[in-house]
């Protein structure tokens, strides 16, 4: 492992030693205006597989890449028009944009849902190297998984294991770096952009969301699982779903099994109130709980149904018609500390009521709240 301080070096002087190290295959630790980044060449799969041996318990979360500007996002994701609007005011910085994937990267780039994030930087080295090269490098943080933002070398290398260390080829050292946070990543695959994680730049969206299959439901679904995979292995989730009959509640919750690698048929628990599926995913072994509590009408009936103990971590409590119970549970998700995400699911994005083309197309609006 070399380090090397560039603060007495110029750009060209840094870019001239770090080139060969990438494209032999190599990984480097690099600053940006956000954090260390971890840096092998996305087009390479023994690279990759490399950055993922260094990162370790993954647990499934996409990559993002680092490129030069507009051109060679088009050769890498398609840019939609909302997209390209975000590109044109909040780019280049501190952002990662999620489009769909054209499939160019590694294997184990792009998400389980064929898009891939793209980030700009505003950082001048990182863009200036990306643009050498002549093709994409990772942008992910130089942290191992779960450990503290790395703000310092010093700071890193503490964190790393002797074996980390040595699958790192190079170390390009600036001295401690501004306490900023992470890129805001903003996914522009559905029908309005969403926000996966907020970061360094603000950004506000508009959570009312759109899908028009059954098939985009449930990739819905799975993506505010993928969000808040964390909540669920550190603390546990209680999502809780609302609309009138027929709208995709179980659609939704077959959504969250396809995501948990869970084959068995999910059905309504209509009758026998909560039904209980094993999944494990990235080695990750836990439960689904799937309750409707359409008929539960006090709070002794919803303590009954023992809704409380499936309110742990590694577990995720899907509830259907929600606000039937919200008043009985709502205080005790609080004491448990358990993630609360709010889902209202419509057929008509200006009412509640049914329409008979919503209904044929398959049109669902979704308005999600977090907790």
Same mark, same amino acid.
């Given at each position: 492992?070399?380090?090397?301080?560039?603060?007495?070096?110029?750009?060209?002087?840094?870019?001239?030693?770090?080139?060969?190290?990438?494209?032999?295959?190599?990984?480097?630790?690099?600053? #940006?205006?956000?954090?260390?980044?971890?840096?092998?060449?996305?087009?390479?799969?023994?690279?990759?597989?490399?950055?993922?041996?260094?990162?370790?318990?993954?647990?499934?979360?996409?990559?993002?890449?680092?490129?030069?500007?507009? %051109?060679?996002? &088009?050769?890498?994701?398609?840019?939609?028009?909302?997209?390209?609007?975000?590109?044109?005011?909040?780019?280049?910085? %501190?952002?990662?944009?999620?489009?769909?994937?054209?499939?160019?990267?590694?294997?184990?780039? &792009?998400?389980?849902?064929?898009?891939?994030?793209?980030?700009?930087?505003?950082?001048?080295?990182?863009?200036?190297?990306?643009?050498?090269?002549?093709?994409?490098?990772?942008?992910?943080?130089?942290?191992?998984?779960?450990?503290?933002?790395?703000?310092?070398?010093?700071?890193?290398?503490?964190?790393?294991?002797?074996?980390?260390?040595?699958?790192?080829?190079?170390?390009?050292?600036?001295?401690?770096?501004?306490?900023?946070?992470?890129?805001?990543?903003?996914?522009?695959?559905?029908?309005?952009?969403?926000?996966?994680?907020?970061?360094?730049?603000?950004?506000?969206?508009?959570?009312?969301?759109? #899908?028009?299959?059954?098939?985009? #439901?449930?990739?819905?679904?799975?993506?505010?699982?993928?969000?808040?995979?964390?909540?669920?292995?550190?603390?546990?989730?209680?999502?809780?779903?609302?609309?009138?009959?027929?709208?995709?509640? #179980?659609?939704?919750?077959?959504?969250?099994?396809?995501?948990?690698?869970?084959?068995?048929?999910?059905?309504?628990?209509?009758?026998?109130?909560?039904?209980?599926?094993?999944?494990?995913?990235?080695?990750?072994?836990?439960?689904?709980?799937?309750?409707?509590?359409?008929?539960?009408?006090?709070?002794?009936?919803?303590?009954?149904?023992?809704?409380?103990?499936?309110?742990?971590?590694?577990?995720?409590?899907?509830? &259907?018609?929600?606000?039937?119970?919200?008043?009985?549970?709502?205080?005790?998700?609080?004491?448990?500390?358990?993630?609360?995400?709010?889902?209202?699911?419509?057929?008509?994005?200006?009412?509640?009521?049914?329409?008979?083309?919503?209904?044929?197309?398959?049109?669902?609006?979704?308005?999600?709240? &977090?907790?």
């Amino acid at each position: 492992m070399q380090i090397i301080d560039i603060r007495n070096l110029s750009r060209d002087e840094v870019i001239k030693l770090v080139t060969p190290i990438i494209n032999a295959g190599g990984l480097i630790i690099y600053p #940006t205006e956000t954090t260390y980044g971890l840096g092998v060449d996305a087009t390479n799969f023994q690279a990759i597989a490399k950055l993922l041996e260094y990162k370790t318990r993954r647990q499934g979360k996409p990559l993002s890449i680092a490129i030069s500007g507009l %051109p060679m996002a &088009e050769e890498y994701v398609e840019l939609n028009d909302q997209a390209q609007a975000l590109y044109k005011s909040l780019l280049p910085g %501190p952002v990662t944009i999620v489009s769909k994937g054209l499939g160019k990267v590694s294997a184990g780039v &792009e998400s389980e849902f064929g898009t891939l994030g793209i980030r700009w930087s505003n950082y001048a080295l990182v863009t200036q190297l990306v643009q050498t090269l002549g093709k994409p490098i990772t942008a992910t943080s130089a942290n191992p998984s779960g450990k503290a933002r790395p703000y310092s070398i010093n700071q890193l290398l503490a964190q790393l294991s002797n074996k980390q260390k040595k699958l790192v080829d190079l170390i390009i050292d600036t001295g401690p770096l501004p306490k900023h946070l992470p890129s805001t990543v903003i996914d522009t695959t559905l029908s309005t952009p969403i926000v996966v994680r907020q970061g360094q730049t603000k950004f506000a969206s508009d959570h009312l969301l759109h #899908t028009d299959s059954e098939v985009n #439901t449930q990739d819905l679904a799975g993506k505010v699982m993928l969000k808040h995979w964390d909540d669920l292995s550190q603390r546990g989730l209680v999502i809780g779903l609302d609309g009138a009959l027929g709208t995709g509640k #179980t659609i939704f919750t077959k959504g969250i099994a396809k995501f948990l690698g869970i084959n068995q048929n999910v059905t309504s628990p209509t009758y026998t109130y909560v039904h209980s599926y094993d999944f494990c995913r990235h080695g990750i072994i836990g439960q689904l709980h799937h309750a409707d509590v359409w008929k539960v009408d006090s709070a002794e009936f919803a303590e009954k149904l023992g809704l409380v103990s499936l309110m742990k971590p590694r577990s995720v409590l899907v509830i &259907e018609w929600f606000n039937q119970v919200s008043k009985y549970l709502k205080p005790l998700i609080k004491n448990k500390k358990v993630k609360l995400i709010k889902v209202q699911i419509s057929e008509n994005k200006n009412s509640h009521q049914k329409t008979t083309q919503s209904i044929i197309n398959n049109h669902r609006w979704f308005e999600i709240e &977090e907790k």
